[in-house]
Each structure stands twice: as structure tokens, then as C-alpha cells.
């Protein structure tokens, strides 16, 4: 995956940590490196599994670890890097979410996004990242919630359909939103 996805939750464990010091047990070894002065470059490429021990830790140390703060580290990072998704940001949520399939290849170098519009607003399905977990999938849920938002929607809600981590079935996202 791309680092400007990590990079963001890197400098929010770096903020957290002049705070608050290591976390109990210390860094973990996959990120150890990246707690000191090496920088995360935005456009380099970095395993998946790095990424996601960095998430899990700003989930458990810095939020609270729920659900509720899954979603909300998913819509505090879309607002963050509203600036680089700008040309998937579009006029409509529509728009945007046809938009950013292609984007989501730029990011990750696996699986894909399928996007279908429904009478309420959208679905999301996840293909070929089937093993999705709860955190990283909640993220996504929160994700789509700020795009639809920063497209312009009003009332937007997301809610996941189908959660790997639960019932085994790729990711699906429900979105419902007013243009």
C-alpha cells in the first residue's frame, strides 16, 4: 500500500507518543522504525501488514478500541487527505464514489472496490481483500461516509452489510445520503 495512507497514522502515534510517551510494551517491531526520525515517504510503497499494526495501535491506545472509533478514525482520515484525493472528490457523491475505484488502485496494489448506486444512495462491495479486519473494515465504513460528505451529500450514514471478520463475506458498505 501507498505510504500516504500510513503516513497519516504515523504522525498521529508520533503526536500521541510526545504526549503520552511508547505504549505499554513498547512499539511493535514492525513499526519501531517509523516512531523515530524516518520519514514515511507518500508515494513509496509499504506491506500491507505494517499499516495495519499502526492502525491497530491508534485503535487501542490513542481511541478507545470500539467500533464507534474505527469509523471515526476512517472519516478523520478521509478529511485529512481530502487534499490528495481531490480528483475523486467530485460534485456529486455519485460522482465521487464512480471516481474512486480507480483510486483505490493508485493506493493499494490489491483487490478492488465495486461501486452501485441504490435508490437510498450507494453500496460498496470489497473484492479480493477478503480477510478485511474489523478495524481496517470499520475504517473503510467511516471512509465512505466523509467522501460522500465532502462531495456535497447531506444526511450521509454508512453501515456495513456483510463484515469478513463476522460472517465471512467481503466487505460490503451501505451508504445512504441526499445530493
Not at 53 to 82: C, F, T, Y
Not at 100 to 117: K, T
Request: aromatic letters at 10%; charged letters at 20%.
Amino acid at each position: 500500500m501507498k505510504g500516504l495512507n500510513r503516513r497519516g497514522v504515523v504522525a498521529v502515534l508520533r503526536v500521541w507518543a510526545r504526549a503520552q510517551g511508547a505504549p505499554p510494551g513498547g512499539w511493535p517491531p514492525s513499526l519501531a522504525g517509523f516512531m523515530g526520525p524516518e520519514r514515511v515517504m507518500a508515494t513509496s510503497w509499504y506491506p500491507l501488514p505494517v499499516f495495519l499494526d499502526a492502525l491497530d495501535l491508534w485503535h487501542r491506545v490513542v481511541m478507545d478500541g470500539s467500533d464507534a472509533a474505527a469509523i471515526r478514525m476512517g472519516e478523520l482520515g478521509a478529511r485529512q487527505n481530502a487534499n490528495v484525493h481531490a480528483a475523486a472528490i467530485r460534485p456529486t457523491a455519485h460522482e465521487s464514489l464512480a471516481a474512486f475505484p480507480r483510486a483505490w488502485r493508485r493506493n493499494f496494489d490489491f483487490g478492488e472496490l465495486v461501486v452501485d448506486a441504490t435508490a437510498e444512495g450507494a453500496q460498496v462491495a470489497f473484492r479480493g481483500y477478503d480477510d478485511i479486519g474489523p478495524v481496517h473494515g470499520l475504517l473503510h465504513v467511516g471512509w465512505f461516509k466523509a467522501l460522500v460528505e465532502l462531495s456535497g451529500a447531506q444526511g450521509a450514514k454508512a453501515e456495513p452489510l456483510t463484515r469478513p471478520w463476522i460472517d465471512g463475506e467481503p466487505l460490503r458498505i451501505a451508504l445512504t445520503f441526499r445530493e
